[in-house]
């Protein structure tokens, strides 16, 4: 069996340093679309793995908090605020929990989990209530 590593164009390491992310970054670019089975598509899909380590650990982003994936996933399933009340147990909580005024409430996680496909875990998640003042 034969291997095909001689990528000799880029020295393959863990990047540490903004220039060396951005040498990937420019060398994935050039590269990206080689055909399949080539060194350079190798080398490609070793850069996009070091790539996406590297932003991983630089470049972290916050997952949505509950009531965004509940708003999200509305608007994928085209659904209204009115079309949710009996998960939020009235007209009222739906607005309220919706404008994140009032938590939700392990019934309604189950319910929303159920009724949008969420995993209950997602839903379960801490958020930030608005204060009216």
């Not at 000799?8 to 060398?27: F, I, N, P």
């Not at 019934?107 to 003042?133: C, P």
């Amino acid at each position: 069996m034969r291997t095909r590593f001689k990528m000799a164009t880029m020295r393959m390491k863990l990047l540490k340093t903004e220039e060396e992310y951005q040498e990937a970054l420019d060398r994935l670019y050039k590269i990206f679309h080689s055909p399949e089975g080539t060194n350079e598509s190798d080398e490609a899909d070793l850069l996009a793995l070091l790539v996406e380590d590297y932003e991983t650990k630089n470049y972290p982003i916050d997952p949505p908090d509950p009531i965004e994936k509940i708003k999200f996933r509305m608007e994928q399933m085209g659904l209204k605020q009115a079309d949710l009340i009996e998960a939020f147990g009235g007209r009222n909580r739906a607005s309220e929990v919706l404008n994140k005024k009032r938590r939700l409430t392990i019934d309604m996680i189950r319910k929303l989990s159920k009724r949008l496909n969420i995993k209950i875990h997602l839903l379960a998640g801490d958020y930030q209530l608005r204060v009216d003042k």
